[in-house]
């Protein structure tokens, strides 16, 4: 990547770039602040191979330490900025960085686990004064020199990124990417996901320390086109931002399309310029409607931080809703049932992979002792742990996590199905269904757990008769969760786990409802 940005930069000069919380960037200002940054790094020790993490949030610093990774030949390890306490000290020890850079409102967090982190040397806080013993980074990036460091060895094999998964079905894995995993993944944004022209802008509101955010900087840098990054998700004013920017183009992650949809519609709703949405889990019930709306079309594809360019989509456009389009020609891909055969068209599987190029995947997980483990098995195949089914006209349809699923009486149960369900109910605008044990036993119960929309008080006996009449029997929840919201990581994906391990306290049972009424009934 730092032959692209150099390239870029040397090609487009003044040219905007990128639009951040805190600066707008030029292509020659984003490769000056690079050189700056890793000039100054340097000076702290940091090297080709060593992991340097970015405790921030979306702005300079963030950006300025990814890009000075690119030229020092470090890896850039971006820590999930709500992170504290010991899920912080966890994560940022198994990495195991020397150096830190970390915002001066995140500072106290990082000072707080800080002596569980022996191999951290040096702290950069940015945005203010941080605690003693650490650096400024305007001290650091004022000082530093424009010039840029010393050329690389060609190595696309050379380790070039370590990220976190989000933690959606338990602890958080470290997956490293190779040099040549960075470039082909950022290409492939800018050509087949978010395929800008020239000059155009790109908008996001993602975490920058998330895989979709970052390609959809990548886009831009590799298509020559502008990206304008936000702090977070705001649903009012929206598309109020994106029309000042002049967008042609968003991403999205989990529930982003529901609110927006939630939103009292206007009549200029549709004046602006997007023409196209990207990201994962497009709700099917709202997704033609959104169209229409807001005068743009919804790609929904499927891709994990472990599959870097191995993603799947659309052929051609528009898109069927609910399908996740197909896998692109850099892997093969399998479903595979449960007895290792592959699955038949529209019954589930699990979702295997394997690239032709296994340098455009990433390298495996990071082990406690800094070794990192291969992903495939025997044949070269990536299990992936998704559940996929083909429809009739050979199409993905994403089913779930493989951990998610629901075993329910001699049936395997895709969440998704039921979610689905619950969704079509008018008051529901979230809804999460997960497996339960009950008494003891290994089979599970199915527990749904919705959030009503604004003004709206679901009734959990009404939503369960209105599943009772879109499901069959045995995909009925038998506990209902009406809640306010639902746990999820900062890329808004739903915690599963976490509401599986809530349990059934306090829930609604519709077990316990029939027996109440048939004693009633009797006493009649």
Request: net charge positive; aromatic share 8%.
């Given at each position: 990547m730092r032959s692209v940005l150099e390239h870029q930069a040397a090609r487009?000069?003044?040219?905007?770039?990128?639009?951040?919380?805190?600066?707008?960037?030029?292509?020659a200002e984003a490769d000056e602040l690079a050189n700056r940054v890793a000039s100054g790094l340097a000076g702290h020790g940091v090297g080709p191979g060593d992991v340097v993490m970015a405790h921030c949030g979306n702005g300079v610093p963030l950006v300025g330490t990814w890009f000075a990774c690119m030229k020092l030949g470090a890896v850039f390890m971006p820590v999930n900025s709500l992170l504290s306490g010991d899920p912080l000290r966890k994560v940022m020890g198994h990495?195991?960085?020397?150096?830190?850079?970390?915002?001066?409102?995140?500072?106290?967090?990082?000072?707080?686990?800080?002596?569980?982190?022996?191999?951290?040397?040096?702290?950069?806080?940015?945005?203010?004064?941080?605690?003693?013993?650490?650096?400024?980074?305007?001290a650091l990036v004022d000082s530093a020199s424009s010039s840029p460091p010393?050329?690389?060895?060609?190595?696309?094999?050379?380790?070039?990124?370590?990220?976190?998964?989000?933690?959606?079905?338990?602890?958080?894995?470290?997956?490293?990417?190779?040099?040549?995993?960075?470039?082909?993944?950022?290409?492939?944004y800018g050509d087949e996901l978010l395929p800008l022209e020239a000059g155009?802008?790109?908008?996001?509101?993602?975490?920058?320390?998330?895989?979709?955010?970052?390609?959809?900087?990548?886009?831009?840098?590799?298509?020559?086109?502008?990206?304008?990054?936000?702090?977070?998700?705001?649903?009012?004013g929206f598309w109020r931002r994106l029309r000042q920017a002049d967008a042609v183009m968003f991403s999205f992650v989990g529930t982003i399309l529901s609110v927006l949809a939630s939103r009292p519609p206007r009549p200029d709703d549709a004046d602006n310029a997007v023409r196209r949405v990207m990201g994962s889990g497009a709700p099917t019930?709202?997704?033609?409607?959104?169209?229409?709306?807001?005068?743009?079309?919804?790609v929904d594809v499927w891709g994990q931080t472990e599959t870097a360019a191995c993603w799947t989509r659309p052929r051609r456009l528009p898109q069927r809703p609910g399908t996740i389009g197909r896998p692109s020609p850099r892997f093969e891909a399998r479903v595979v049932a449960h007895d290792g055969a592959d699955a038949a068209p529209g019954d589930d599987g699990e979702l295997w992979i394997r690239p032709q190029d296994r340098l455009d995947m990433f390298e495996g997980y990071l082990g406690d002792d800094g070794r990192v483990t291969p992903p495939w098995d025997g044949d070269g195949w990536y299990h992936s742990g998704d559940l996929m089914r083909r429809d009739d006209h050979g199409e993905y349809v994403f089913a779930g996590r493989r951990r998610d699923a629901i075993r329910r009486r001699g049936e395997i149960l895709a969440p998704g199905e039921i979610e689905e369900a619950a969704l079509a109910h008018p008051g529901v605008l979230e809804a999460a269904a997960v497996g339960v044990p009950v008494d003891g036993r290994k089979d599970e119960e199915v527990k749904l757990c919705a959030v009503a929309g604004d003004g709206v008080e679901l009734d959990a006996a009404e939503l369960h008769e209105f599943l009772s009449n879109r499901l069959p029997k045995f995909m009925v929840p038998r506990y209902v969760d009406i809640r306010s919201d639902l746990p999820k990581t900062p890329t808004t994906r739903v915690r599963k786990y976490q509401l599986a391990d809530e349990g059934t306290a306090g829930t609604w049972d519709a077990k316990t409802r029939s027996i109440v009424a048939e004693t009633m009934m009797k006493k009649e």
């Open positions: 487009l000069g003044g040219r905007p770039f990128l639009s951040l919380p805190d600066a707008r960037l030029s292509y990495a195991g960085g020397a150096v830190a850079v970390c915002d001066a409102s995140l500072a106290p967090a990082l000072a707080a686990v800080r002596p569980g982190l022996p191999r951290l040397r040096h702290v950069v806080v940015a945005g203010g004064e941080g605690p003693p013993g650490t650096h400024a980074w305007d010393p050329p690389l060895a060609d190595d696309p094999a050379a380790p070039a990124k370590l990220m976190y998964t989000s933690g959606t079905t338990g602890t958080p894995k470290g997956v490293r990417w190779s040099r040549a995993c960075e470039v082909t993944w950022g290409r492939a155009e802008t790109v908008f996001s509101c993602l975490p920058l320390a998330h895989v979709t955010c970052q390609g959809t900087v990548l886009a831009a840098l590799h298509r020559g086109g502008r990206a304008v990054v936000e702090a977070g998700f705001h649903p009012y019930l709202i997704w033609p409607a959104f169209e229409e709306r807001f005068g743009c079309q919804v």
